[in-house]
């Protein structure tokens, strides 16, 4: 689907709501490459390929959700846990995360 396609989308839905959700499982440095590789069946061969080059995260995906959030004008419920496995708390997410998150 486009950008343009969705964009008109949501112009045109304005009776409709919707509450996005999404559960943070994994900390910012994420389950670890092995864990991801051992999973690649879930995720396209692109993304697979972007966690090996570009050590990117695919279970960390807090930015991405935000960019669309932006960049498409909804909001949406992050649910964090508040410590994770190996003492990592919710404090060292990102900066940007956490004062867009916790201001409002």
Known sequence: MSDETIQRY??????????????????????????????NYRFSEEVVLKTVREGYNPYFDVPDVMDLEE??????ILFFR?????ETLIKYFSTRTNS???SG
Request: aromatic share 16%; proline share 5%; charged share 25%.
């Open 10 to 39: 949501i112009e045109e839905q304005e009776g409709i709501k919707i509450i996005l959700t999404h559960d943070v499982d994994w900390p910012p440095q994420g389950s670890g490459i092995d864990y991801i590789l051992a999973r």
């Open 71 to 76: 960049k498409y004008g909804f909001k949406s």
């Open 82 to 86: 508040c410590g994770y496995k190996y």
């Open 100 to 102: 867009e998150i916790f």
